[in-house]
């Protein structure tokens, strides 16, 4: 069975420009998570979709945005980029989004912003 | 979100059980204990969680204090493929994504 693919593996973009961050989570996962790994600041919680709708949404500003399509896959957007941006930026789906629920993680997308 | 608190690193001897402590004496009644790690290069995979009773699976125990203010994480047989970061990480009603500290970094030593 396929695990959470992330596309791209790397992505380089410029100060003020936006960046598009793809996210298939398995089979049958309907919730889909964004988290942010930078530097020295360790994982920190983005975005959650589940069945197509925003539930919660982390301490990040506004440019920070997503969504999450009919077949459970989700996009994240990130405008106006900002150096701090550069980070591994990676995806987790569950069955349903619960206590107990196994987040499963893709490999992550490395933005660079120059 | 109630905070943990785990040692910044630990080291083992490969085929020797590690023991990986977690503090969470904030930790309140409907809190589930994660564990996740994190292989050099790779995304977060979970390990293990429980409520209040010990728990086993083919990765490792969970071991949870009477009053739940502390957990430990039992790796049977450490081996190289165990250096990884592992998190210790309370889930909470309402807070179904994962908030990660620093976690404990973890050397296994040939």
């Known amino acids: 069975e396929a695990g959470v693919t992330q596309s791209p593996t790397h992505l380089i973009k410029t100060r003020g420009q936006q960046a598009t961050l793809r996210c298939s989570p398995i089979s049958g996962h309907t919730s889909v998570y964004w988290y942010q790994q930078a530097l020295g600041l360790g994982l920190q919680f983005l975005l959650w979709y589940d069945e197509g709708e925003e539930r919660n949404r982390g301490n990040f500003p506004p440019r920070f945005s997503g969504r999450q399509f009919p077949n459970y896959s989700s996009e994240l957007n990130v405008n106006a980029l900002e150096l701090e941006d550069s980070a591994l930026y990676l995806c987790a789906s569950s069955l349903m989004g619960g206590l107990t629920d196994t987040q499963y993680f893709g490999p992550g997308t490395r933005l660079t912003v120059l | 979100d109630a905070k943990t608190t785990q040692p910044n690193s630990m080291e083992s001897n490969e085929e020797e059980p590690v023991h990986l402590p977690c503090n969470h004496s904030?930790?309140?009644?409907?809190?589930?204990i994660h564990w996740y790690r994190q292989l050099p290069s790779q995304g977060p995979e979970y390990v293990i969680h429980g409520l209040t009773s010990n728990v086993n699976n083919r990765m490792a125990s969970l071991a949870i204090a009477e009053d739940r203010k502390s957990s430990t994480l039992i790796l049977h047989r450490a081996t190289l493929r165990d250096a990884a970061v592992y998190y210790c990480i309370l889930s909470g009603a309402g807070s179904y994504q994962l908030t990660f500290g620093k976690g404990t970094k973890l050397s296994v030593i040939p």
């Open positions: 904030t930790i309140s009644g409907t809190d589930y």
